[in-house]
């Protein structure tokens, strides 16, 4: 079974811009999270997503947004970056939500805000 | 609100011996789930092993196992016969009960295996 995919791997945008992320989850899979990682503040949830609803929500501003299609890929956008959105950006899938389920995690994308 | 505390910043051990891995929690949740995750320098997540909070085994998974005392609230990593491959950051994490997937993440461990 293939993993998680992201795209893009890599990413450099300047302050202002906006950006695209997307992440394809294991097959099967319905629930997709997405997770900020930086030096500074660690692994932070953003969001997640089960059959294309919203499902949960972290503390970050309106900027960053997502959603998720009926092949249960999702996107997360960022608009009107800034220099502290510099981060791994991680998504994660799981065949639903629930305690047990464990979260397969793809590679990341690596987003560089200049 | 659920907090994970790992107070090991880094950790050398030689190969092939064993290491433990700190990980305390706090929740007021009576049932919860316990993640240990691997990430090498690629920077994927790679999962470990996962322990229920009415589980009352300690979970395994080949050389890794779950040391869980729940009336302490600790949830250590064992590492048996460590490998150079073992060499990455580790993070223990926790999700509450509820059909949302969020996963409450430490600061991490970094692992460095020695010859």
């Known amino acids: 079974k293939a993993g998680v995919t992201q795209t893009p791997r890599y990413l450099i945008k300047t302050r202002g811009q906006q950006v695209t992320l997307s992440c394809s989850p294991i097959?099967?899979?319905?629930?997709v999270s997405w997770y900020q990682q930086t030096p500074g503040q660690g692994l932070q949830f953003l969001f997640e997503y089960f059959s294309e609803t919203q499902r949960n929500k972290g503390n970050f501003p309106g900027r960053f947004s997502g959603r998720q299609f009926s092949n249960s890929r999702s996107e997360m956008n960022v608009s009107t970056l800034e220099l502290g959105d510099s981060a791994l950006y991680l998504c994660?899938?799981?065949?639903?939500?629930?305690?047990?389920?464990?979260?397969?995690f793809g590679p990341g994308t690596r987003l560089t805000v200049t | 609100a659920q907090k994970i505390t790992q107070t090991q910043p880094g950790m050398f051990v030689q190969e092939k011996e064993a290491v433990t891995l700190d990980c305390t929690y706090d929740?007021?949740?009576?049932?919860?789930?316990l993640f240990w995750y691997k990430q090498p320098s690629s920077g994927e997540m790679i999962f470990l092993i996962y322990?229920?909070?009415?589980?009352?085994q300690n979970a395994t998974e080949g050389r890794y196992s779950l040391n869980f005392q729940k009336a302490r609230k600790s949830a250590n990593l064992v590492i048996s016969a460590s490998q150079l491959g073992d060499s990455a950051m580790y993070f223990c994490a926790m999700r509450g009960p509820g059909t949302a997937s969020k996963l409450t993440f430490g600061t991490g461990t970094r692992l460095q295996v020695t010859l």
């Open positions: 097959s099967g899979h319905r629930s």
């Open positions: 929740t007021s949740d009576q049932s919860y789930g």
């Open positions: 322990q229920g909070s009415y589980d009352e």
């Open positions: 994660a899938s799981s065949p639903k939500g629930g305690i047990t389920y464990e979260q397969y």
